[in-house]
C-alpha cells in the first residue's frame, strides 16, 4: 500500500552540477506531474506525464530542465547546470488519470544549490 | 494571468473552536476546485473537493463552500485540532486530469 516515492529526499548541489530526482508513482496510476515548491509559496507545474507520453511541459522554467518517464512508470526530472534560484522542493504527484483526477503526492525532494 | 490567492496567510484558532480559510480565485473557466493540507516536510494532502455545478460540499468535520459569484472558495474545519495544524492551499484545476493551479496558502496555528 506504498504511496508515491521521492528521492533523495534531500540533495545539495553546488552550482553547475547536474541533479536527477526520481519518483516512483503508485502502481497503476497512468497520470504523473512535477511540481516545484519555493519556500513560503504554493507548488507550481512544471511537466505532466500520461503514461510515457509527456503531454504538458509549459511549466518547466528553462531548457535546463528535463522530465522523462520511459516506461510509464518512474520518472526522473534533471536539472542541469543548477542554479541558486533552482532552490525548492520539487513535488511528484500521480493519480488513476481520466474521471478520477485526485492526485497524490510525494514527499517530495528539497534542493538547495549552493 | 490565471491565478488562485489567499486572504490571509496566518489564522489562529482556538483548540475546538471552528476555523475557516478563505480564498479567492480568478479564473470563471475552472469547474473543479480542491483544498490541501500541507505539513512540514509532506506533500500536499487532498482534504476536500467540489465541482463547479456545485456551492456546498461537506466531509468528515470539513466543508467547502463555493461562491462562483464573487468566484470565492472556504473551507470550514469543525472543532479545531492540534493535529489540524498546518499550510492549507486552495487549487482549481480547469479540466479534469490537468494541472493543478495552487495558491499560495494560509498556515494555520491553533491556539491552546
Known sequence: GAGVSQSPRYKVAKRGQDVALRCDPISGHVSL???????????????????????????????????????????????QRTQQEDSAVYLCAS?????????FFGPGTRLTVL | GE????????LSVQEGDNSIINCAYSNSASDYFIWYKQESGKGPQFIIDIRSNMD??????????????????SLQIAATQPGDSAVYFCAEIANRDDKIIFGKGTRLHILP
Open chain 2, 56 to 73: 456546498k460540499r461537506q466531509g468528515q468535520r470539513v466543508t467547502v463552500l463555493l461562491n462562483k459569484t464573487v468566484k470565492h472558495l
Open chain 1, 33 to 79: 506531474f512535477w511540481y516545484q515548491q519555493a519556500l513560503g509559496q504554493g507548488p507550481e507545474f512544471l511537466t505532466y506525464f500520461q503514461n510515457e507520453a509527456q503531454l504538458d511541459k509549459s511549466g518547466l522554467p528553462s531548457d535546463r530542465f528535463f522530465a522523462e518517464r520511459p516506461e510509464g512508470s518512474v520518472s526522473t526530472l534533471k536539472i
Open chain 1, 95 to 103: 493519480s488513476l488519470g481520466g474521471e478520477r483526477n485526485e492526485q
Open chain 2, 3 to 10: 491565478s488562485v490567492g489567499l486572504h490571509l496567510p496566518t
